[in-house]
């Protein structure tokens, strides 16, 4: 197996740590922030999930990113992956909230300029697209989901202390099925440009077989799972009671909405079953947690009747939407360039 | 993980029923009171108001080692984080109601107020107000914990039976420093009337606080 390979990797694997970082807080940030679960026991329990949604239902995103830009050398993939993560980590640092999937198709556009490859605008319509969608579509569930939730309590007379304990096992729940989502969705991003050029070879464990690609999901996996336990503490903090203050209840609102947004754009069975019914389904792209999140958050915010949003940090949010892609592709197109000009490396053909 | 879950639901539980048990307590206290002051009018210090306070000293107790031990549970079990603070303001104020009772019903047995046969009524009134106070500002906390939505109406009966008692109190001192009885005793039967009137301001403070903390429960 050639080592180089793993070199170029490495730029996955940081883009897959600042994914960890980053997005893992938005699935069970919300459930620490709030203190309904400790850290340890939310980041394990994520971090095995991811792993699961990323190795057995990570297939169907990474193709549509192929579709956009088939980074054909092993150097160019590594560029693009690379921009992507200083993008995200320049954003971060800056105190935006921001989305990998942004970055990575940034990246990808930037890619495709340089080396002269057609961009599939219907592709790019559709990417750009669900950045509008998935917010919009986060917030309709979060609605729909909390208006149900508010008519239970009412009228279930709960205990308190009960309605607590449901609170907490469905945190446990809604985290474990938002991790694997955004192992399902999200590892398109991180290594997404490496599938063509990877080296492995199917692996059979008793009777489930890996093929080359979930290997090298599987290690993109870990990449994000590192992420989780490293680093995500610090930006959990700051999640959630940044748009609008949250209850135990409503965190737990939004990381289903934002799971369930996370899983319909990634699961392929879901997809195949609509289309089997003439039903429109939803493209297999990657979406950025983050919107999901907002949008949840802003849809639970207009359901209580607009109060305690805080407008002001949402345009901050929605501008680190547009400069990300676009800082993103800069970073990529310029660093190519260098790559190929001072490191003679080949990055496209 | 089976036995994990029937463990936490059997926690659940066992938390759950201290807090009605704590309520009920409220309820007993308010009861006993209002049989503690109608016996102390008939009898004086006799040997079944004597048994009474005892009662009241009882259920105070077991209130206080019923607070503890749910303090105890919501902290050591990080339980309702974002309420865990409200809930236990609330349990330390229904606490302070059950304490007044106990510390009324033994100031009547200490200072041995001599009510006149006349005022025996009004003061029989003015027990039974307070103990009504008591007991909607214990429903109305009940409600908090399972049916917020009706925490409103009993809140609202306590500001009801409060102010009645405000009016029962100052007709009951009027009277009395109109009498001709010596300065010394109205001072004493102004000073308990106050203090038997106490109980229910110190509902309607708790009610006060209730009502903030139920906007804060609605999700």
């Keep these: 197996m050639d080592l180089s390979y793993f070199i170029f990797l490495s730029s996955g694997l940081f883009l897959g740590w600042s994914l960890g970082a980053n997005d893992a807080a938005n699935v069970f940030g919300t459930a620490v922030g709030t203190k309904m679960l400790r850290f340890k026991t939310a980041a394990t329990i994520a971090s095995i999930c991811i792993i699961l949604g990323a190795v057995f239902g990570g297939s169907g995103t990474s193709r549509t990113l192929v579709e956009l830009g088939s980074v054909n050398e092993l150097a160019g993939a590594f560029m693009v992956a690379l921009s992507a993560a200083l993008a995200v980590y320049w954003m971060v640092n800056n105190g935006t909230p921001v989305s990998t999937t942004q970055a990575i198709v940034g990246s990808i556009v930037g890619w495709n300029f340089y080396s002269n490859h057609h961009t599939d605008t219907t592709i790019l319509a559709k990417i750009v697209s669900t950045w509008i969608i998935c917010p919009v579509l986060s917030g309709i569930i979060a609605i729909c989901i909390y208006l149900i939730i508010k008519q239970y309590i009412k009228h279930s007379q709960m205990h308190i202390i009960h309605q607590d304990l449901y609170t907490r096992l469905g945190l446990i729940a809604a985290c474990a099925f938002g991790a694997y989502a955004l192992g399902a969705n999200n590892i398109a991003n991180v290594m997404g440009v490496f599938v063509d050029a990877a080296p492995f070879h199917e692996v059979t464990i008793g009777y489930m077989k890996l093929s080359g690609t979930q290997i090298l999901f599987f290690i993109g996996g870990l990449a994000i799972s590192s992420g989780v336990f490293t680093y995500s503490q610090k930006i959990i903090k700051t999640i959630g009671n940044d748009v609008m203050s949250m209850s135990p209840i409503i965190a737990w609102i939004v990381v289903v909405a934002q799971s369930l947004v996370l899983f319909l754009f990634a699961s392929e069975s879901i997809k195949n079953f609509l289309e089997g019914y003439n039903i429109p389904s939803l493209p297999l792209v990657p979406v950025s947690s983050s919107q999901a999140v907002i949008g949840a958050v802003i849809g639970i915010g207009i359901a209580k009747g607009g109060r305690g949003i805080r407008w002001s940090l949402l345009s901050k949010v929605s501008l680190g939407w547009i400069t990300t892609p676009i800082v993103s592709a800069l970073i990529c197109f310029i660093f190519l360039f260098v790559l190929e000009n001072v490191f003679n490396l080949i990055v496209y053909h | ?219």
């Design chain 2, 1 to 219: 993980m089976f036995q994990i879950k029937i463990s936490l639901f059997a926690q659940t539980k066992a938390l759950e029923n201290k807090i009605d048990m704590f309520h009920d307590k409220i309820i007993d206290v308010a009861m006993t009171f209002k049989k503690a002051i109608a016996v102390f009018l008939r009898e004086q210090r006799s040997l079944e108001y004597k048994k009474l306070c005892k009662q009241i000293k009882n259920i105070e107790h077991d209130a206080d080692n019923l607070r503890r031990d749910i303090e105890n549970q919501l902290y050591s079990q990080n339980l309702i984080p974002d309420l865990r603070a409200d809930v236990l303001e609330l349990v330390e104020n229904l606490d302070s109601i059950i304490n007044r009772f106990d510390e009324v019903a033994y100031k009547f047995y200490i200072e041995r107020p001599e009510f006149p046969e006349e005022y025996h009524s009004r003061m029989k009134e003015l027990c039974e107000q307070v103990s009504d106070c008591a007991e909607n500002m214990a429903i109305a906390s009940r409600a908090f914990f399972r049916d917020f939505s009706t925490v409103r109406d009993y809140s609202q009966k306590v500001y009801f039976i409060e102010s009645e008692s405000d009016l029962t109190s100052g007709k009951m001192k009027e009277a009395i420093f109109d009498s001709e009885m010596p300065l010394a005793n109205k001072l004493q039967l102004s000073g308990i009337i106050s203090e038997v009137a106490d109980i229910a301001d110190i509902a309607e403070d708790c009610v006060d606080e209730l009502l903030i903390f139920t906007v804060k429960r609605d999700i």
